[in-house]
């Protein structure tokens, strides 16, 4: 059962009847909303249908990473986008995009986007976006997009407390999860219907909130560079000694400025 603070932000307008979008289902404790979603997906599920869980016990971000989820202390939700195969490189950096509007909209703090779709206050993680395909190219594609947002600091560890923050934390006050909930999922409804409709609006608004992805210095496979922007399909620009390399994927460290 949806606890009744987050119930009460669904009762939104914009979350009913046919104005909604979002059909959202609440876990108390589960090992991953990832696994939860795919699963629904691969039976049919509609896009739109969201899982979110209070807490999770094998919560995993990107690379493999664990990402950690006790009771009440972040929000981890994942929900199931069906796009078009055109739009698809554009999808999770659409996400970023949304998750931060919906923190700026709920919370008034205003992160920046780091590539591909980290969400940094200064130079700490706030929120991750993790994407996952399933039956990509086939005509039940979907993506399981997972979202972390760190409400408290007791979302993380201590010993990442120098590379990781949360919403409570940067404001010094208490955050409402529904309303950061409702803020976020309105978002990604908008940033969805953009993507099919203006997919370059998307890289505006992503390349505007993202101070790093240009001028940046960074390491990846034993080489260095400066981030040079991102370009139209939204791959990673880095400038090396002798040329522009355009980076899709894979771990880059980054020396980000104060
Ligand atoms: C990252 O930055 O590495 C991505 C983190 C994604 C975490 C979210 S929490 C909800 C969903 N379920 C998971 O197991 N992971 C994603």
Partial sequence: MIPSELEAHLRDSRFIGAESHFDVRWLASTPSTMDVAAKLATDGARAGVVVVADEQTAGRGRRGNNWSSPPGAGLYLSFIARPKVDVLPLLTLAAGVAVRDGIVASTGLWPNLKWPNDLLVGRRKLAGILAEGLAIGSADQAVVIGVG?????????????????????????AVDRGLVLVEVLAAIREQLAQLEQNPGDILQAWRASAPSAVGTRVEWDGRTGV?????????????????VERIISGELTWHLGT
């Fill in 227 to 243: 981030t040079a922007g991102v370009d139209d399909s939204g791959a990673l620009l880095v400038k090396t000694a002798d040329r």
């Fill in 149 to 173: 947002i760190n409400l408290q600091p007791a979302s993380y560890p201590p010993d990442v407390s120098a590379r990781a923050t949360s919403l409570e934390g940067e404001l010094g006050r």
